[in-house]
């Protein structure tokens, strides 16, 4: 039994399924309907996790502006105290550089999915590939960027300096004052929900069950052993259960006394029906400084990013919007933005050290988790579904994911 249907969820059950096993996805709202719903649709493999070297001090000029890409709601909470003193610890070359040993396989092995369940199962979901282009108005911003690209150039990616004239040779909508980009190949994109919506399809035609809208309300425990879920309207039962919930896995977990330290961190989106005054972009396109993603989907141009810690709630915050807009003004040319045709908010699961937690939860038998993706969900969804399998039914994975247990917490 699977609790959640995002593309975490929807990407495990597709690969237990293939496995042969009997599969039941549960998800309180609808399919892709939280952060599997609305973010950028970027596929980035080889992207490094957000607490980078010298990440906190950027964070700290940040946090108190609700108008930056980070932004931290004053108010008294414990927990998430605890979760920027680790957040702090972790950014460390050192720490950085383990994860990438294992971020970077992962990658690989995600974007070989990627073209494989599209084409062996035609989904239609805008799926594209050419690359993303991370571009800069600083020579601080770039210089940081190509440190970034000589990491990941050693774990067999192949990102590429441009030059402002090159890259706007690329991309003529950007504006003068762009002074270089970096492009990053092995990237994709697709329209995120639909992704989602139509591997769920195919997760049904394999013969798994999706219940969605049926919230759970505790897991079935029985003498150190999960058995199921309570509903709200009964009680089912699974030999296994893995919770794929995002940032409501801490929920879930209260009651078997196991804490996850995963906050919240909620990503807005705005999108705009393309049309004069509307960027037209060849490839998405990451604004450095600004940390905005700005994707073509379809007909459409959406704008996505920020990352903000105001505890569990879903308040869209005016200004968070307009940030983004601001943003696409300042990095492209001739820009007038009509009403954009959609505006969300969604909450990312972000844990302390960057990484997502896959694996059993210590000292409950039949009870894993996959979750913690942060911004990389989208990224990492397939190979985490083929790793879960591999770990449920074979006892081992293919990639080592010691730096991902659950109980390293």
């Not at 049926?214 to 052993?225: D, F, K, M």
């Not at 709630?313 to 005016?318: F, G």
């Not at 492209?332 to 896959?358: K, M, N, Y």
């Amino acid at each position: 039994m699977i609790v959640g249907a995002g593309v975490i969820g929807i990407c495990c059950a597709y690969y237990l399924l293939r496995r042969g096993q009997r599969v039941t996805v549960i998800e309180a709202r609808e399919i892709a309907g939280a952060a599997s719903k609305g973010n950028a649709g970027s596929i980035a493999p080889g992207h490094e996790p957000i607490n980078r070297p010298g990440q906190i001090w950027q964070a700290f000029k940040w946090m108190f502006s609700s108008t930056s890409p980070l932004y931290i709601a004053s108010r008294p909470d414990i927990a998430l105290a605890r979760w920027l003193w680790s957040f702090h610890r972790h950014c460390r070359h050192e720490f950085c550089d383990e994860s990438m040993r294992l971020l970077g396989p992962m990658g690989h092995r995600s974007a070989q999915l990627y073209d494989e369940i599209t084409e062996t199962e035609n989904l239609d979901c805008n799926y594209q590939k050419g690359g993303y282009y991370s571009i800069f108005r600083t020579r601080k911003g770039l210089d940081g960027a190509k440190r970034q690209a000589e990491v990941i150039a050693e774990l067999g990616y192949a990102p590429e300096i441009l030059s402002g004239h090159a890259v706007r040779d690329r991309e003529p909508a950007l504006a003068e004052d762009v002074i270089g980009a970096v492009r990053y190949p092995e990237s994709s994109w697709c329209d995120p929900q639909r992704f989602v919506l139509q591997l769920a399809e195919r997760v049904v035609q394999l013969g798994g069950v999706i219940r969605d809208h049926t919230p759970v309300r505790a897991l079935a425990v029985e003498q150190g052993r999960v058995r199921g879920v309570h509903t709200a309207t009964d009680t089912a039962e699974a030999d296994t259960v893995l919770l794929a919930t995002g940032a409501e896995t801490p929920r879930l977990l209260a009651g078997t006394g196991y804490r996850l330290p995963l906050q919240p961190a909620k990503g807005y989106h705005r999108q705009y029906t393309g049309g004069s005054g509307v960027p037209k972009l060849n490839l998405p396109c990451v604004l450095g400084e600004a940390y905005v993603f700005c994707t073509p989907i379809g007909d459409a141009l959406r704008l996505a990013g920020t990352l903000e810690f105001s505890g569990f709630n879903l308040e869209m915050r005016t200004e968070r919007l307009e940030q983004l807009s601001r943003a696409a003004q300042a990095y492209f040319r001739e820009v007038d933005l009509p009403a954009p045709t959609s505006q969300w908010c969604g909450q990312r699961p972000c844990l302390p050290d960057g990484l997502p937690a896959i694996g059993w939860v210590p000292g409950f038998q039949g009870l894993a988790i996959a979750t913690g993706h942060a911004m990389m969900g989208l990224t990492l969804g397939p190979v985490t579904g083929e790793l879960v399998a591999q770990l449920l039914l074979d006892g081992a994975t293919q990639l080592d994911l010691s730096l991902v247990r659950p109980d390293r917490f």
